[in-house]
């Protein structure tokens, strides 16, 4: 038997979802600053690691082949390094570029399952993945100002965080969620070691609060959007996903002194139609792929 919808807590539990990322976003960007990226993202993937002890017997049942340790292991490498470029993006541009760059997760996906995966990349897919890059266009105007290394830095990020979804596609269909999860965050804690190492500088005190933070709003953030999922379909909880948008401009004006970009939202809308249309492609075709929805992977 299906489980009843209840579309208003979907809603507000996907609002929760947006706000805690942003959270996440806040907090990286007053705080990542007095620290290496690479540091900063081992810290907190290691801080967070208490939460995985609930999944810590799923893990242990788990039976894990070969070829899906392979799969956990090139998951682990690609979310690593896009970690890593996240916080360093976080660090050079505006929350509202970073923001916007990060919802061409789904059109990486989109063009990687075609390459990867041999699904059939229709006319209509292709216009909307071209329209997304068009979007990229707006938001960097190469040639009108100078493109940063944040900017390339959060085209790299959302093709590896793609590429994580891709490998772990295939993990879903054969392992839980926790195991899953945990998989995740112990290989790119493991991942993230020698690069925090090759640049340590002792943290203090309230860094390590700030990681730790940051790790418990990631933790309840994916907790927030797990509850929408199971409480309403996609289609219902994936629009709210794109109040971060909003969110993102109103806090980078508000408390971090970047004033609203025209360029910037424009080419945020022309992304978020595109991958919208994606979206509602995959629920008329019902063929799972591509992402129904645009979640923070950090």
């Given at each position: 038997?299906?489980?009843?919808?209840?579309p208003?807590?979907?809603?507000?539990?996907?609002?929760?979802?947006?706000?805690?990322?942003?959270?996440?976003?806040?907090?990286?960007?007053?705080?990542?600053?007095?620290?290496?990226?690479?540091?900063?993202?081992f810290?907190?993937?290691?801080?967070?690691?208490?939460?995985?002890?609930?999944f810590?017997?799923?893990?242990?049942?788990?039976?894990?082949?070969?070829r899906?340790?392979?799969l956990?292991?090139?998951?682990?490498?690609?979310?690593?390094?896009?970690?890593?470029?996240?916080?360093?993006?976080?660090?050079q541009?505006?929350?509202?570029?970073?923001?916007?760059m990060?919802?061409?997760?789904?059109?990486?996906?989109?063009?990687?399952?075609?390459?990867?995966?041999?699904?059939?990349?229709?006319?209509?897919?292709?216009?909307?993945?071209?329209?997304?890059?068009?979007?990229?266009v707006?938001?960097?105007?190469?040639?009108?100002?100078?493109?940063?290394?944040?900017?390339?830095?959060?085209?790299?990020?959302?093709?590896?965080?793609?590429?994580?979804?891709?490998?772990?596609?295939?993990?879903?269909?054969?392992?839980?969620?926790?195991?899953?999860?945990?998989?995740?965050?112990?290989?790119?804690?493991?991942?993230?070691?020698?690069?925090?190492?090759?640049?340590?500088?002792?943290?203090?005190?309230?860094?390590?609060?700030w990681?730790?933070?940051?790790a418990?709003?990631?933790?309840?953030?994916?907790?927030?959007?797990?509850?929408?999922?199971?409480?309403?379909?996609?289609?219902?909880?994936?629009?709210?996903?794109?109040?971060?948008?909003?969110?993102?401009?109103?806090?980078?004006?508000?408390?971090?002194?970047?004033?609203?970009?025209a360029?910037?939202?424009?080419?945020?809308?022309?992304?978020?139609?595109?991958?919208?249309?994606?979206?509602?492609?995959?629920?008329?075709?019902?063929?799972?792929?591509?992402?129904?929805?645009?979640?923070?992977?950090?």
């Open positions: 038997m299906t489980a009843p919808t209840r208003l807590q979907g809603i507000l539990w996907m609002m929760a979802t947006g706000l805690c990322f942003i959270a996440v976003t806040a907090v990286v960007k007053h705080a990542g600053q007095d620290l290496p990226a690479a540091e900063a993202a810290l907190r993937y290691l801080l967070g690691l208490v939460f995985l002890i609930p810590m017997r799923h893990l242990r049942a788990a039976r894990i082949g070969a899906d340790l392979g956990f292991a090139g998951r682990g490498v690609a979310h690593t390094i896009a970690v890593m470029l996240w916080f360093y993006a976080m660090t541009i505006p929350i509202a570029e970073v923001t916007a990060n919802y061409l997760n789904p059109v990486y996906v989109t063009l990687g399952a075609a390459v990867f995966l041999g699904e059939r990349l229709a006319l209509r897919r292709i216009l909307a993945v071209l329209a997304a890059l068009c979007g990229v707006v938001i960097l105007r190469p040639g009108f100002r100078e493109v940063e290394t944040g900017h390339v830095a959060m085209l790299v990020t959302a093709a590896l965080f793609g590429a994580s979804y891709l490998f772990a596609k295939p993990l879903s269909d054969r392992h839980s969620a926790p195991v899953v999860v945990a998989m995740l965050s112990i290989t790119v804690t493991v991942g993230l070691a020698p690069f925090a190492w090759a640049v340590w500088v002792t943290p203090t005190g309230v860094d390590l609060a990681m730790f933070l940051v418990a709003f990631a933790q309840a953030g994916h907790y927030a959007m797990t509850r929408a999922f199971a409480s309403a379909p996609i289609s219902v909880t994936q629009p709210v996903t794109f109040l971060q948008m909003v969110w993102a401009v109103l806090l980078g004006w508000a408390v971090f002194a970047e004033p609203p970009d360029f910037v939202i424009l080419g945020a809308a022309i992304i978020i139609a595109s991958v919208s249309f994606i979206a509602w492609r995959e629920a008329r075709l019902k063929r799972g792929m591509t992402p129904n929805y645009v979640a923070t992977k950090h």
